[in-house]
């Protein structure tokens, strides 16, 4: 139990369109998604998270015009990085959480973007 | 601060030796879990542990072993007998009580094995 995936796993796109990253949990609810990014050689950071039905929330510094996050059901949640740079270029995860009240979330496989 | 350090960036060892990646941790909660994951270079993380902030026991599995000392802050996972496919970068991470699934991250240490 506990699946999530991610799709694109690799998506390339042009400078100045807009792409779309989905995350769903298959075999379970989850009422809270996580996205992080993480650039080449560096960690994993908290971008957003998200609460299904409800406006993300969105840590310091990422632009929230930039990647939205729509979180409209309880197995879907996705970030759409709007017009696009090569320095958005990234690895973007996300991560999604049953209940509440839950200690642990589950990770997706990842999206490696491209922006050329 | 809450803040998770991975001192060892990258780590070289050659097969079959044991190796020890270490973790600290910085937090005022009581209350807190700890994690280890492999993150391979296809991209995805495994996930290896989960430790709560009240259970010191060292856990082992397989080649595999934790240490967790409240004492001292520290998470330390050691692999024993390391193998070629043991190479991938390794990240400590800590979650909270009211935060469940909420990671921060250390910086990773790139484990290197060779035959």
């Known amino acids: 139990g506990a699946v999530v995936s991610q799709h694109p796993s690799r998506v390339i796109c042009k400078s100045g369109t807009s792409v779309k990253i989905e995350c769903r949990s298959l075999d379970f609810q989850a009422t809270t998604m996580f996205w992080y990014r993480q650039f080449p050689k560096q960690s994993l950071m908290l971008m957003a998270t998200?609460?299904?039905?409800?406006?993300?929330?969105?840590e310091q510094g990422v632009e929230k015009d930039k990647f939205l996050i729509n979180h409209a059901s309880l197995t879907l949640s996705t970030l759409t990085v709007t017009s696009a740079h090569p320095e958005d270029s990234s690895f973007y995860i996300c991560?999604?959480?049953?209940?509440?009240?839950?200690?642990?979330?589950?990770f997706g496989q990842g999206t490696r973007l491209t922006v050329v | 601060a809450q803040k998770v350090t991975q001192a060892q960036t990258e780590i070289s060892v050659v097969e079959k030796e044991d190796v020890t990646l270490d973790c600290v941790y910085e937090?005022?909660?009581?209350?807190?879990?700890l994690f280890w994951y492999k993150q391979p270079p296809s991209g995805e993380l495994v996930f290896l542990i989960r430790?709560?902030?009240?259970?010191?026991q060292n856990e082992i599995s397989g080649r595999y072993s934790w240490n967790f000392q409240k004492s001292t802050s520290s998470f330390n996972f050691t692999i024993t007998a390391s193998q070629v496919v043991d190479s991938a970068v390794y990240f400590c991470?800590?979650?909270?009580?009211?935060?469940?699934?909420?990671?921060?991250f250390g910086q990773g240490t790139e484990l290197s094995v060779k035959p």
């Open positions: 998200s609460n299904e039905g409800s406006k993300a929330t969105y």
């Open positions: 991560s999604a959480r049953g209940a509440p009240g839950d200690t642990e979330a589950f």
């Open positions: 937090t005022r909660d009581t209350t807190y879990y």
């Open positions: 991470a800590l979650s909270f009580y009211n935060q469940g699934g909420k990671l921060i």
């Open positions: 430790r709560n902030s009240f259970d010191e």
